[in-house]
């Protein structure tokens, strides 16, 4: 795909589809000094499916020798998002612990590599004994079932009822109840990452205890600009 860019700001207002891209630089603009042309780049692209594509530099990287261009297309979304959702949102630090649903989805395998290079711990669920055993291979040692909420009443044994420090959830409203019920005391946060699409409703005393509750959308987020701070080079560090 061939990608021109220029260095402003800008919303989107186009009609097609597509979140991020990965392509070849063919043009800049005045400013750009970050990248040339014949760059292969990836990152955040509004209706990247659309071609040539006009977009602001700043939310673009340049893809390392090791990766294909498929590769890089599929990184900035899921990488963000779990920045995101960890970084911005939760301000997760060293040695607090996360429970990750549905972990072995695209988005779960970036918020594991995003968790870790924060130095937190990951605690996961998935929705088949095939995801929990290639979750446990790659070194977690808690693997609930996504499709149950036995996972609250493990994790509450396992932990001695300290539970955990934030739940990144992508499972139905139905099952922040028990994603509550993990949560610390005052200091526990819960990123829905799914129901703000469905038009669910949440009871606000769940949050008595002091917990935190955030979600977003991402292409609204983008859609918006507020991205353009995002420091995209780290989207190679992890």
Request: hydrophobic letters at 45%; one cysteine or more; a neutral charge.
């Amino acid at each position: 795909k061939s990608l021109k860019f220029r260095p402003e700001a800008r919303t989107c207002t186009c009609t097609c589809p597509g979140l991020e891209a990965a392509g070849i630089v063919t043009a800049v603009g005045a400013g750009v000094e970050r990248l040339s042309v014949g760059d292969r780049v990836m990152g955040m692209v509004d209706g990247s499916l659309a071609s040539p594509i006009n977009t602001d530099a700043r939310l673009l990287v340049r893809i390392p020798e090791r990766l294909s261009f498929e590769d890089a297309a599929g990184i900035p979304v899921v990488f963000i998002s779990a920045y995101q959702a960890l970084k911005r949102q939760a301000r997760i630090g060293a040695g607090e612990t996360v429970l990750i649903h549905t972990a072995a989805s695209g988005l779960g395998m970036a918020e594991i590599q995003v968790t870790r290079a924060l130095g937190a711990t990951v605690m996961a669920t998935a929705g088949s004994q095939e995801k929990r055993d290639y979750l446990h291979a790659l070194g977690i040692d808690y693997v609930g079932d996504s499709r149950s909420n036995h996972f609250a009443d493990e994790i509450l044994a396992l932990t001695g009822g300290r539970g955990v420090d934030l739940v990144l959830n992508t499972l139905p409203a139905e099952m922040n109840r028990d994603n509550l019920k993990l949560l610390q005391p005052g200091s526990g946060r819960l990123v829905d990452l799914r129901n703000m699409h469905y038009g669910a409703q949440m009871d606000y005393a769940a949050l008595q205890r002091g917990i935190l509750f955030s979600a977003f959308d991402l292409g609204v987020m983008a859609a918006g600009g507020l991205f353009l701070a995002f420091p995209t080079e780290r989207l190679i560090d992890w």
